[in-house]
Nanobody, 117 residues
């Protein structure tokens, strides 16, 4: 089992910034990918960004150039620096951990991000 602890959500005006953090604990694999998903009201959960253990990031098109995903392997942690936030970025952001050896997937409890004037 893997537990994910998220922090950093909140409310911000359009154009503002927020930084999300997620720390994994428990049975951590030697090969895993972490990332962030979000779910807006009335919509399906969607991928925001992922990053491999080697540090290769991947972003959904709508956040490219505005969000930066990073990780600290020593802390089994992943971060999402969000800048130039837009109202359409509003939603619950979920940390995701995927064990690439077993295909096991774990989710954090979610943290609310609200972008509104």
């Amino acid at each position: 089992q893997v537990q994910l602890a998220e922090s950093g959500g909140g409310s911000v005006q359009p154009g503002g910034s927020l930084r999300l953090s997620c720390a994994a604990s428990g049975s951590i694999s030697s090969i895993y990918r972490m990332g962030w998903y979000r779910q807006a009201p009335g919509k399906q959960r969607e991928l925001v960004a992922t990053i491999t253990r080697g540090g290769t990031p991947s972003y959904t098109d709508s956040v490219k150039g505005r969000f930066i995903i990073s990780r600290d392997n020593a802390k089994n942690s992943v971060y999402l620096q969000m800048s130039s936030l837009k109202p359409e970025d509003t939603g619950i952001y979920y940390c995701n951990y995927e064990n690439l050896l077993t295909s096991g997937v774990y989710w954090g409890q979610g943290t609310q991000v609200t972008v509104s004037s």
